[in-house]
């Protein structure tokens, strides 16, 4: 059997189906001089993972400043020492020939892959002049910052707020924005957790756990699972969390009447907890009218599941109370008003009182929730900032191009620390409400990650300046200005990250070997040089990460040695803290919402779209004969668009293809393996069928982040599909991109 047979036959199985977590370090690729130091003495390092976000804790073995191998932190609990496939591929990252090695500047057309190498004080240069010409002539503010959350976005966000631009985005609104949105509009915050390990009954929605991959979830579900829990996953497609419960292939855009028809069963059948309601709760009554209507005989005709089935799973969800969770999302939003599906999931989860108990929903427990708490707020204390003093920064001229957070507009639902980062494209073609006619973007890859690529790639095309920052020559590095090289996780310091769930947690995230390539740096050394090539360099006066980590921590009274003794810190004695835990009439934490009380009805969500403060079915298309509803979703071995160049992962997967029902293929002659051709309309997309019983003969699906073009990602150049190149830039209601509203058609190449 060939290696990557081997690989793939490990990870898969003979079926498709996942069937294990970890164990690919032995197969990692290493450079020569890390092979050669096998025989030395190891020496463990604790870190925190950037393979995705879900920021695992690590133990990186290291033999004569070579990483060997990366493995789970045995000493954390949410792990107990387990890592995924990606993770365990960061030496493949580190040591790949392929990464940027030195800055560089375009010299020919965008996109023609024209650049020269320079020294960081010509490409800090460059930039510091674009940048001061575009203020000049067009305001601060027409420079946009887009990044894929990480902790050193306050370094890349602060060269945004000293030149008094408003505009800064994340890649959330391609990713969960609407569930943070749900969240915001019903606790005051998002920083809810689930407790899936103790759950008895588990429903979710096309959430993924054993292919979107975040470890402790993982573990938490399979736990549940191995003790007799009922699974139930309503999905189009069979996917493999689907193989691990009961599969209701639901019809697309249709899962809001799902969740109101359970309300209505649960309601009719006395199925709900009223006096934790009365407690803790305000608005139920509105909720009651709101779907006193939506009985399972409707939801049958809009989802197409049998309302015999809707009964019983609304029967067997409430007598598990209140050991028990519909999973709140981590996806893409679907539709224009996803957030509010996401809000409807946490009302009926609501119903059956599953807040701060095993098995349900909790106020993730930092230092500033236990504050609230007399006999918890001894274990931990916040920790500080890092910058030191700083002047004032100028206040920006003109308002954010995506209006979020402005009161009393549709606007106001968009969470201004995220944005929605496909106004940028919009600003930049049209001018509305103003060009941009910059944009820095770190460790993010719009071309991939947002919709409708083709047009992303023309908005491109027109920028007075494009700097990019990130490991490899990415599809939007690749039509950038100025491409500056980051060095990987493995190699640098980082703020500290706070994952606080059940008990306070702050992960420290260190170098483990020095630079493999001289001339890449940290992103907080690159923004700080860069902001005094700027004039700006007052902002950043701290002298090094060390210093800025020492200044972090020491509110919380601890030390950067402490941190790095494990790679992480929790109080030492306190056990995870359910605030009703022990009493169901108990305090519970407080929220945003008027009284402290959590918002069935949501005064804020009313104020922003009048009508909308309790959620309200939209029935939206479905497909018309001969087309399909194209659905996305993620596979175990990347990360949305970050490591399908990774030499050991894209050896695992090197491309996509597109899932197709096998009656839907018969009607169009398509078999198995055949080159096909997907239209949306618009665009079209070359790629290869997938035939298979596990997808709805409506629906049609794709993993997401192939297709790519950039030929400097030499492994991933031109290998399947780019999913986002057929969807079209629709903005949600609360910023969100849509991903499952359109349509395509699929015909034999």
């Known amino acids: 059997m060939k290696r990557r047979q081997f690989l793939k036959g490990v990870l898969y199985g003979t079926g498709g189906t996942m069937v294990a977590l970890g164990g690919f370090g032995t197969f990692t690729k290493l450079a020569p001089q890390a092979v050669a130091a096998a025989k030395e003495e190891a020496k463990t390092v604790f870190s925190t993972c950037e393979m995705c976000t879900s920021r695992c804790t690590v133990a990186v073995k290291v033999k004569n400043d070579k990483v060997v191998k990366v493995e789970g932190n045995p000493h954390d609990g949410a792990t107990a020492g387990t890592i995924c496939a990606r993770g365990n591929a960061g030496p493949s990252l580190l040591y790949d020939p392929q990464r940027i090695k030195k800055p560089m500047i375009r010299t020919g057309d965008r996109g023609s892959g024209k650049f020269k190498e320079v020294s960081w004080d010509e490409a800090y240069a460059h930039i510091a002049d674009k940048v001061k010409t575009i203020q000049k002539d067009y305001g601060a503010e027409t420079i946009a910052f887009a990044s894929r959350v990480n902790p050193q976005d306050q370094f890349f966000r602060l060269i945004a707020r000293a030149i008094g631009s408003p505009n800064t985005f994340s890649h959330e609104a391609t990713c969960p924005m609407s569930r943070t949105t749900a969240l915001e509009g019903t606790f005051g915050n998002p920083y809810i957790g689930a407790d899936y390990g103790n759950a008895k009954y588990i429903i979710t929605m096309g959430r993924n756990f054993f292919e979107g991959i975040h470890v402790p979830m993982v573990k938490g579900v399979m736990k549940a699972v191995a003790n007799g829990a009922k699974l139930v996953v309503l999905d189009p497609r069979f996917s493999v969390t689907a193989a691990k419960g009961e599969w209701i292939p639901i019809k697309g855009a249709t899962d809001l009447a799902f969740v109101m028809a359970l309300a209505n069963v649960m309601i009719k059948e006395n199925l709900y907890d009223k006096e934790f309601l009365d407690q803790y709760t305000e608005g139920f009554d509105q909720w009651v009218e709101a779907v006193k209507d939506t009985t399972p005989e409707w939801a049958e005709k809009e989802t197409g599941i049998p309302k015999d089935k809707i009964v019983e799973i609304a029967r067997g969800f409430a007598a598990a109370r209140p050991n028990a969770l519909i999973e709140y999302g981590w996806r893409t939003p679907w539709t224009p008003n996803d957030y509010q599906l996401r809000r409807a999931i946490m009302i009926v989860n609501m119903m059956i009182g599953n807040w701060e108990v095993p098995g349900g929903y909790y106020q993730k427990k930092g230092a500033g929730v236990l504050a609230a708490f007399p006999d918890q707020s001894g274990y931990a204390k916040p920790t500080g900032g890092g910058f030191g003093p700083q002047p004032a920064a100028p206040k920006p001229a003109k308002g954010r191009i995506d209006g979020a957070g402005v009161k009393g507009t549709p606007g106001q639902l968009i969470p201004p620390v995220d944005g929605a980062v496909g106004q940028i494209t919009e600003s930049i073609l049209t001018g509305k409400p103003y060009p941009v006619k910059g944009w820095f973007v770190h460790r993010f890859n719009p071309v991939i990650s947002m919709p409708e690529s083709d047009r992303l790639i023309e908005a491109l095309k027109k920028l007075d300046l494009l700097v990019v920052c990130d490991v490899y020559m990415t599809d939007a590095a690749y039509f950038a200005d100025v491409v500056l090289p980051e060095c990987t996780y493995l190699e640098r310091y980082e703020p500290i990250i706070d994952q606080s769930g059940l008990v306070p947690k702050l992960q420290l995230r260190q170098p483990a070997v020095p630079l493999v390539y001289a001339d890449t740096k940290p992103g907080w050394q690159i923004y700080k040089e860069l902001g005094e090539k700027i004039g700006i360099g007052d902002f950043f006066s701290f002298k090094d990460m060390e210093e800025f980590l020492t200044r972090q921590l020491q509110p919380a009274g601890l030390t950067l040695d402490q941190l790095k003794e494990k790679g992480f810190w929790s109080p030492a004695g306190m056990k995870p803290f359910f605030m009703r835990g022990n009493d169901p009439k108990a305090p519970a934490p407080p929220t945003n919402a008027p009284n402290g009380k959590i918002a069935i009805f949501s005064h804020e969500i009313e104020e922003a779209v009048k009508g909308e403060g309790i959620p309200k079915y939209k029935q939206y298309p479905q497909p018309e004969e001969g087309k399909f509803r194209f659905v996305q979703g993620k596979v175990a071995v990347h990360t949305n668009a970050g490591t399908h160049n990774v030499p050991v992962l894209n050896e695992l997967m090197?491309?996509?293809?597109?899932?197709?029902?096998?009656?839907?293929?018969?009607?169009?002659?398509?078999?198995?393996?055949?080159?096909?051709?997907?239209?949306?309309?618009?665009?079209?997309?070359?790629?290869?069928?997938?035939?298979?019983?596990?997808?709805?003969?409506?629906?049609?699906?794709?993993?997401?982040?192939?297709?790519?073009i950039s030929p400097e990602l030499k492994r991933a150049y031109n290998k399947g599909i780019n999913d986002n190149k057929l969807i079209k830039n629709e903005i949600g209601e609360s910023g969100n991109v849509v991903t499952s509203t359109t349509f395509v058609t699929v015909r034999k190449a």
């Not at 198995?672 to 997938?690: L, N, R, T």
Request: hydrophobic letters at 30%; glycine letters at 12%.
């Open 654 to 708: 090197p491309q996509n293809s597109l899932w197709i029902n096998t009656q839907s293929a018969a009607k169009l002659g398509v078999k198995d393996g055949d080159d096909i051709i997907i239209s949306s309309g618009q665009y079209e997309h070359k790629g290869k069928a997938k035939v298979t019983e596990g997808i709805r003969p409506d629906t049609v699906f794709a993993y997401h982040g192939f297709g790519r």
